[in-house]
């Protein structure tokens, strides 16, 4: 039975005007199970011819059949599988990969072909052995001796069983002992069925093979049989019998691994090809953690202003000229928007500036005219004393609270403030509370604050009818904007018009967490440039690796990986690669955050949840887009092409 089949085979290589012809219609068929040595002058075109026999380049025109199919009308895919399946090539210069041991090497094609790896690992020490290296199982190509190396080589041509074995000057390398010892192995490879082709420009070398044919100048000018030595039956190593589910889980598994080894076997520039994506992860996983710190910051400070407050103001907003004249706002108007079911407490306030005297100590301070709610609505809590009673307030009865400064400023530390009697303008004033030290961040209060009832105030001190605000707590978890609008509604219908204006604490919150916001997304929008730029670093160098590795795609694709294994290496190195980044990117700001967090006093930088995972899914994603245009490069390569590549 006829294994190959080749019809007027034509090979032309450049184009045009520098258009030279290598193979001249070549018709040769070889049997199942002989040995034919090619043999010719250098560049007579016999690597030419064994590169297209065993699909690794493609001829101009002519046909030609492997096993009784026609090559030609193969896709890449296709003849991928059958370089995988059914050839074994044999280089002059071995053509291991470097970065691999004897028995990954070996082990390498079957991984092509879908066979799990532990199979794998015992087919490739058995090939190994049967070819005495069972001492040589680990080492490093470039631990091993020339004919050590060609052994290895046979190996992995056995791998998926050989049945073609292609050997382009196999002993071409090595000293004559070495290529004795390699050619036995050949010979014995053809008893017991495997059907070998070998080129040669060794006489003695060729007479060891079945049938010979001479190729000069393209063209086969002899065809001589030395021997009838067809053997014929080979033991087919079983096929891999897989789902596709579990093929598609072995190479991706594979990939994983081998894009594992190449990061390590160029640890140098896996670093350097991470550095931008390194420094964009941590830019932007620190910026978000310096705005969560900000943003929390101003909350602690705003809610130690106090709880959800709606504050109303006389005139039609803030530097109104005529809000003086308005004296329509009521401490009644206070009493019946406390009344309202979604109000939790509220305060009139009324305030004057007055020298505050006691015993010989005379300074200017604030008062403020405030409900027996004050506290409440506030925030505030008393350190000692009392709050003011309803009767109090009532009857403009002259008790007063103060402040820790107001405290510290007349008392000292020697005296306890309660029942001391002060007078602020010509009001005497007892004092019956004090309010305790806040809790919050900024600055300590350093003003001189009392705060009487506002009925006091207004009639005892200012001797006003109206009063300047009022301050309305609202209840938690009601919606804050929507009872701001019911108490305007209210009030302008008290009113008969709207002479007023809200201060909405929650507002400002908003406010301020915009701000933070928008420092946020300023920042990261660099920090987004700067992942960009890191990307595009991460396609350059896989780029340059790719060229550097050329001819480790030309070895892979000639033992048979497939367009789409070559895709998917290289594109899980690139995403690897970045996916490493982000993970060293996010551990530096982490090791940052608690590094500054550790040394800052009153700011601490927080780092989300949400911003690791968006980093980390951020930092693959680019590694995708960034690795795609590199990784499929190599896949396009043209094998014969790479492989010629140093
Ligand atoms: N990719 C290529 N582009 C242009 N010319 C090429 C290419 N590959 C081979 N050739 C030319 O084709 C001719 C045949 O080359 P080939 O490698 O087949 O020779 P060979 O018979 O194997 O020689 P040797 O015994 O030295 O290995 C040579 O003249 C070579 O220069
Ligand atoms: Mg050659």
Not at 20 to 46: C, M, P, R, T, W
Not at 77 to 100: H, P, V, W
Not at 421 to 441: M, R, T
């Amino acid at each position: 039975m006829k294994i190959i089949e080749i019809k007027n085979i034509n090979k032309y290589f450049g184009n045009n005007s520098n258009k030279i012809h290598i193979l001249k219609d070549i018709n040769i068929s070889i049997e199942k199970g002989d040995f034919v040595a090619i043999v010719g002058q250098s560049g007579s075109g016999k690597s030419t011819l064994m590169n297209i026999i065993g699909c690794l380049d493609t001829p101009t025109s002519g046909f030609y059949k492997i096993n009784g199919i026609e090559v030609g009308k193969m896709n890449k895919d296709e003849q991928a599988e059958l370089r995988c399946k059914t050839f074994g090539f044999i280089f002059q210069r071995y053509n291991l990969l470097s970065m691999l041991t004897a028995k990954e090497n070996v082990a390498l094609p079957a991984s092509y072909f879908g066979i799990a790896s532990k199979a794998r690992t015992e087919r490739a020490k058995t090939l190994l052995n049967n070819l005495n290296l069972d001492g040589k199982l680990e080492n490093l190509p470039s631990e091993l001796s020339g004919g050590q190396q060609q052994r290895v080589s046979i190996a992995r041509a056995l791998m998926n069983g050989g049945e073609i074995i292609l050997a382009d000057e196999p002993t071409g390398a090595l000293d004559s002992k070495s290529g004795e010892m390699v050619m036995k192995i050949i010979k014995d490879l053809h008893a017991k069925g495997h059907t070998i082709i070998i080129v040669t420009h060794d006489k003695t070398i060729a007479a060891q093979a079945s049938r010979i044919i001479e190729i000069k100048d393209g063209v086969a000018i002899s065809d001589t049989r030395n021997n009838d030595k067809i053997y014929g039956n080979l033991d087919q190593i079983p096929p891999a019998q897989k789902s596709k589910f579990s093929q598609l889980k072995y190479q991706l598994s594979e990939s994983f691994r081998m894009s594992v080894q190449a990061i390590i076997a160029h640890k140098m520039r896996s670093l350097l090809t991470m550095l931008g994506i390194i420094i964009g992860i941590t830019s932007v996983v620190t910026i978000v953690a310096v705005g969560n710190g900000y943003k929390e910051k101003m909350m602690g400070m705003l809610s130690s202003f106090g709880a959800n407050t709606v504050t109303i103001i006389p005139g039609s907003g803030f530097g109104d000229k005529n809000a003086s004249k308005i004296k329509t706002l009521k401490a009644s108007d206070a009493k019946t928007l406390g009344e309202l079911k979604y109000v939790d407490s509220v305060s009139p306030n009324i305030d004057a500036w007055r020298i505050l005297v006691y015993k010989s100590t005379s300074l200017t301070a604030r008062l403020e005219g405030v409900s027996a709610e004050f506290l409440s609505v506030n925030n505030k809590k008393l350190e000692s004393g009392r709050k003011f009673t309803a009767v109090e307030v009532e009857n403009a009865a002259p008790v007063a609270i103060i402040n820790q400064y107001t405290k510290k400023e007349l008392f000292g530390t020697s005296v306890n403030p309660l029942g001391e009697n002060l007078i602020f303008g010509k009001q005497p004033l007892k004092v019956i509370g004090v309010i305790a030290e806040e809790d919050g961040f900024g600055p300590p209060d350093t003003s001189l604050n009392i705060y009487v009832p506002y009925t006091t105030a207004m009639y005892k001190i200012l001797g006003k009818q109206e009063i300047s605000t009022i301050t309305i707590r609202i209840k938690d978890g009601v919606n804050s904007h929507l009872a701001e609008n019911n108490l305007v509604r209210v009030l302008t219908s008290l009113h008969e018009k709207k002479d007023f204006f809200t201060v909405n604490s929650n507002s400002v919150r908003k406010a301020v967490s915009s701000v933070a916001d928008i420092m946020t997304l300023l920042v990261s929008t660099v920090a987004f440039i700067a992942l960009i730029v890191g990307g595009i670093g991460v396609m350059n160098i896989m780029l340059v690796s790719i060229t550097e590795r050329t001819k480790e795609i030309g070895i892979r694709m000639a033992i048979g990986a497939k367009q789409k294994d070559i895709l998917q290496q290289f594109l899980i190195e690139s995403i690897l690669i970045c996916l490493l980044g982000g993970f060293i990117g996010v551990s530096l700001s982490v090791l940052m955050s608690l590094g500054l967090n550790s040394i800052m006093q009153g700011f601490r930088m927080v780092i989300s949840v949400n911003s690791v995972i968006i980093a980390l899914l951020f930092s693959s994603t680019i590694g995708i887009i960034f690795g795609y245009v590199p990784a499929k490069k190599a896949a396009n390569l043209n094998p014969i092409d790479a492989l010629a590549r140093d």
